[in-house]
């Protein structure tokens, strides 16, 4: 497997995984009442940063565990990687849209943080998900 | 699914020479052995720099190593 694959793989299992704790975390900290009252922010900043190092840590050990692959990268992983940032970008404008809309709404900051937060998380997730479906089956001739 | 419909001999030439190894042909066009492997099975287009590459490392035109399949109604 390229390393730009294991790449896309570390970023795709940490996104998802970091999330999903978030998720619980603000579940868990609204305890049955209204979302906007659920301490969000510092479960945002650590699952953030956990990803982070997360990923920081996986990709590290990946490259000790294949040094000749570590972070080469061609031509073909350079196109794979800009579909995956091409295609990511969407749910980001997407995301920021949104959160704009809802700042003219007077909509709870928790909401507004959220988006974007989502907004990211879905940019990394697409983003990983391309470069994978590239490098396994390839770029559709354009 | 193929995303390309450009088929390559690129196999039979590394056989032909050699043999070379796909790991051998990566390291003198300075790509990935995954990249080479994706262009054999026709799962990506190299570039046409790289397909020229591809073709001086064999010593053989560029018609030796790529095929398109002409379509229906096209002049032969």
């Known amino acids: 497997m390229a390393f730009q694959e294991k790449r896309a793989w570390i970023m795709l299992g940490t996104t998802a995984g970091t999330y999903l704790a978030y998720l619980a975390i603000v579940l868990a900290g609204a305890a049955g009442g209204p979302l906007t009252a659920a301490p969000y922010a510092p479960a945002l900043l650590w699952t953030v940063g956990v990803s982070i190092i997360t990923t920081a840590a996986l990709l590290t050990a990946a490259a000790f565990a294949a040094p000749e692959d570590a972070d080469v990268r061609d031509v073909r992983d350079r196109e794979i990687g800009r579909s995956g940032t091409h295609l990511g970008r969407w749910s980001v404008v997407l995301g920021a849209a949104g959160a704009l809309v809802l700042a003219m709404a007077e909509a709870d900051h928790f909401w507004i943080a959220n988006a974007i937060y989502l907004a990211f998380t879905l940019s990394s997730l697409i983003g990983s998900a391309t470069r994978i479906v590239g490098h396994r089956r390839g770029r559709p001739a354009w | ?76």
Not at chain 2, 43 to 60: H, K, M, N, T, W
């Open chain 2, 1 to 76: 699914m193929k995303p390309t419909r450009v088929t390559n001999s690129i196999r039979a030439l590394r056989a032909a020479h050699g043999p070379m190894t796909q790991a051998d042909l990566a390291q003198r066009l300075g790509v990935t052995r995954q990249t080479v492997i994706a262009i054999e099975q026709g799962r990506y287009s190299p570039s046409l720099e790289v397909a020229f590459q591809i073709a001086r490392v064999f010593g053989v035109p560029l018609d030796d190593v790529f095929q398109y399949p002409r379509g229906e109604g096209e002049p032969s």
